[in-house]
């Protein structure tokens, strides 16, 4: 608790990143011919806020991440972060991949304090690094080496490298999709929990639909490939949220019936 | 698992090799080397092989260091245990050398001017001792300089081949083109090409070495895999960044694979280019000597190559060690 506010200390004010995709359309490449993947999106995230993104697999939800995070640039449209155009990767916008793609030949430590040492502030960073590696529990592991690590551990240095360039928007691609049910679940609680403290955006990848329930405030349901928005949920449900509650299970069974599974 | 199974074969011959605090195996060793100074000495040479006398000292030296070392081994810590677990070998080194003596300078089984008793090939040392000094640093001269200029080119062309596509469409034709050629069949070229056989020589054991550090290496940069540059980028990382701590580090592995193949390769042409038209060197002593029948001489310098070649081997293996030690776990070695 006392790490995580050492690490979002100096951003109080400017915690959020609003995100705003406007009528953006992407396409690939694929053996010459062009391959839609995403149709039209438009999407305003406020500030702080804390969206999931559903749908079926393969439908262009990572496209979107990825697009956010300024790997790749829209065939069509623009996506907009704090209303400037979003160009190339910022350290302010962090992906967190479904694999922690942690590098295997660097410690947990020297993982984390590679946003850092890319940015050439290496030096003024130090307690920063220790700070993330304790809001993530992972303060004994700091000289292990990755393929030491359980998947939960992993996924968690992942997240530690991610926070501790102080973000203001985390754009999570199923960053507990590969975990057994146990650790996804503490790991969701501890995401919140994250969130909470810092208040930066979150736009989370899922298609666990009662994930997306747990966490966000938000759930856009998009089509097959190529995605189009279907349908926006608002959660308006105060945290913590149980999944048993009768308004989760509800929307839940809302959710599905978007998605085409009537149970 | 195999870490295991050497552990349970050391502690067996750990435990057959003593008799309650005296180290049989030392004393079964020294009485070996003791009967091969026996042998040396009881029966007369069938020819003079010369610094016989200097060889039976040695050996008994070494059976009396051995017997002492009977009583004591244990004291020695690592370079003790090291002993205790080579025991076997010392036995048997001892055995040999008496057999050695006898096939060869006792009996005159083996055919005389191509096989020399042991003490003959410890006359060549003593006598000749300079001449093979200077061959060792000749060759050591054109195998440090080719080596590593031909790993350091080899290196950075790979890098460049692997990440620019511009260079890999001019670059990769050619190198798929020279890279399977035998760098030995250069030689008549690069003698004529070149104004000094030394330089010759230095051309053909950098290209030997750097060809497979090049091939490596770009197939190394090539295969990272492309999440890990995400992630460096998405974390402010520029391009100097990603070619220097991503690319590189992550390509390792596969660049130790050419260089211990460059390694190999590098002897394979070291020898052959002294052999031709070389001044001294290792490889020219081989030659000279066998021109002029003396194999104990030959004998000799095999030896020094063999401990020369295995211990730059062993040597590349710790570096690695050393640079690679995240792999352990991630790859079974």
């Known amino acids: 608790m006392v790490a995580a506010a050492a690490v979002h200390a100096a951003s109080d004010d400017s915690a959020g990143l609003a995100v705003d995709f406007q009528g953006v359309s992407h396409q690939y490449d694929l053996d010459g011919q062009p391959l839609p993947v995403l149709r039209q999106i438009d999407l305003a995230v406020a500030p702080g806020e804390f969206v999931a993104l559903l749908g079926p697999s393969g439908c262009g939800k990572s496209t979107l991440l990825r697009l956010a995070a300024g790997l790749e640039r829209p065939s069509s449209g623009e996506v907009l972060a704090d209303g400037t155009i979003v160009a190339r990767p910022d350290p302010s916008r962090v992906l967190v991949f479904q694999d922690p793609t942690l590098f295997p030949w660097r410690t947990v430590r020297d993982n984390v304090a590679i946003g850092p040492e890319a940015r050439g502030v290496l030096a003024g960073s130090q307690k920063r690094i220790d700070d993330a590696l304790r809001l993530v529990k992972l303060e004994a592991f700091a000289s292990a080496f990755p393929h030491q690590l359980s998947g939960g551990m992993a996924q968690r240095a992942a997240l530690a490298r991610a926070l501790v360039n102080d973000p203001r928007l985390l754009l999570l691609d199923e960053p507990l999709g590969r975990l057994d049910s146990l650790t996804r679940l503490t790991m969701q609680e501890e995401l919140l929990a994250l969130w909470r403290q810092a208040g930066y955006t979150v736009i989370l990848v899922t298609h666990d639909v009662e994930e997306a329930l747990l966490l966000s405030e938000r759930v856009i349901v998009l089509t097959e490939r190529p995605a189009r928005i279907k349908a926006e949920v608002a959660v308006d449900l105060p945290y913590p949220r149980r999944r048993d509650d009768p308004r989760i299970v509800a929307q839940r069974q809302h959710i599905l019936e978007i998605l085409g599974f009537s149970a | 698992m195999s870490a295991a199974v050497d552990k349970d074969a050391g502690e067996k011959s750990v435990s057959s090799a003593f008799a309650g605090p005296v180290w049989k195996h ?308």
């Open chain 2, 26 to 333: 030392g004393l079964y060793a020294a009485s070996a080397w003791l009967l091969a100074a026996i042998v040396t000495v009881a029966f007369p040479d069938v020819v003079p092989w010369g610094s016989r006398d200097v060889f039976v000292a040695l050996l008994v030296a070494g059976a009396v260091v051995l017997a002492g070392l009977a009583f004591g081994v244990e004291k020695l810590g690592g370079f003790g245990r090291g002993l205790i677990h080579y025991g076997p070998w010392l036995i048997a080194l001892g055995l040999w050398f008496a057999l050695w003596e006898l096939i060869t300078a006792k009996l005159g089984w083996m055919p005389k001017p191509f096989f020399s008793p042991p003490h003959g090939l410890l006359h060549v040392y003593i006598v000749d001792w300079q001449r093979i000094l200077i061959c060792i640093a000749y060759t050591a001269r054109l195998w440090t300089i080719g080596f590593f200029s031909g790993i350091i080119v080899g290196f950075i062309g790979g890098v460049a081949l692997g990440w620019s596509k511009t260079f890999a469409y001019w670059g990769m034709p050619v190198l798929k083109l020279i890279g399977p050629v035998p760098a030995s069949a250069w030689i008549p070229a690069t003698f004529f090409l070149f104004p000094t056989t030394f330089l010759a020589s230095l051309f053909l054991v950098a290209l030997a070495s750097g060809i497979p550090v090049a091939i490596l290496t770009a197939s190394g940069v090539n295969s990272v895999n492309r999440s890990f540059y995400d992630v460096a980028r998405t974390l402010g990382a520029s391009s100097r960044y990603l070619v220097l701590r991503v690319a590189i580090p992550a390509a390792l592995p596969h660049v130790f694979v050419g260089l211990f193949m460059g390694l190999y390769y590098s002897f394979a042409v070291l020898v052959v280019a002294e052999m031709l038209g070389a001044k001294y060197g290792m490889g020219w002593y081989l030659q000279f000597q066998t021109a002029y029948s003396a194999y104990a001489n030959v004998y000799a310098m095999l030896i020094i190559m063999a401990l020369l070649c295995s211990g730059l081997v062993k040597l590349l293996f710790v570096v690695r060690d050393r640079l690679l030690g995240w792999q352990k776990g991630v790859v079974q070695w």
